[in-house]
């Protein structure tokens, strides 16, 4: 019996050993992922099997919704001991109901607890290049801040109403 069990343990240990050292996320950095909101919307629109005018007009709607948001965004400069990530925006909206003031307030809030959880875990340094904070809806910003800027990368957009 104890021998069975030694046997099970050795071989389950030897397994998450192999696991853990085969198991990298992008060749062991932690960097943001380019996100493509034009090749998602065009796979989304080909899986449900639209055609190419369907595609533009859901991309227009996108571009040009109005919404009753708030939307704080800061460009960041990433430095990890790999290398450094420059244009990286991350983005935080809040429901307007109201008090624009306190909306902002609260996204900034968010803004800088995941900056604060980004410093902890993933970055050793995050610079402040660029602060933006409007009226509208966070995809509406990206679009735009994307079509001045086309390195930009998009790290989250965080919910400010939860």
């Known amino acids: 019996m104890a021998n069975l069990f030694r046997t099970r343990f050795g071989s389950l240990c030897i397994i998450i050993t192999m696991a853990t050292l085969s198991a990298k996320a992008n060749d062991g950095a932690v960097q943001p992922e380019q996100f493509n909101l034009n090749a998602f919307v065009k796979a989304s629109v080909s899986?449900?099997?639209?055609?190419?005018?369907?595609i533009e007009v859901?991309?227009?709607k996108l571009?040009?919704?109005?919404s009753a948001s708030i939307c704080v965004c800061e460009i960041l400069e990433l430095q990890n001991n790999n290398s450094i990530?420059?244009?990286v925006a991350i983005f935080a909206e809040k429901?307007?109901?109201g008090n624009i003031g306190d909306g902002y307030k609260i996204a900034e809030r968010i803004?800088?607890?995941e900056k604060k959880q980004m410093?902890?875990?993933?970055?050793d340094a995050v610079k402040i290049n660029t602060k933006v904070a409007v009226a509208s809806n966070c995809l509406s910003?990206?679009?735009?801040?994307?079509?001045?800027?086309p390195g930009l990368k998009l790290y989250d957009i965080l919910d400010a109403d939860r």
């Open 95 to 97: 429901t307007n109901k």
């Open 47 to 54: 899986i449900l099997d639209g055609n190419a005018a369907k």
């Open 111 to 113: 803004i800088a607890k």
């Open 119 to 123: 410093r902890s875990i993933y970055f």
């Open 141 to 149: 910003l990206y679009m735009k801040l994307k079509a001045t800027a």
């Open 85 to 87: 990530f420059p244009n």
């Open 63 to 66: 571009k040009n919704m109005e």
């Open 58 to 60: 859901a991309l227009d």
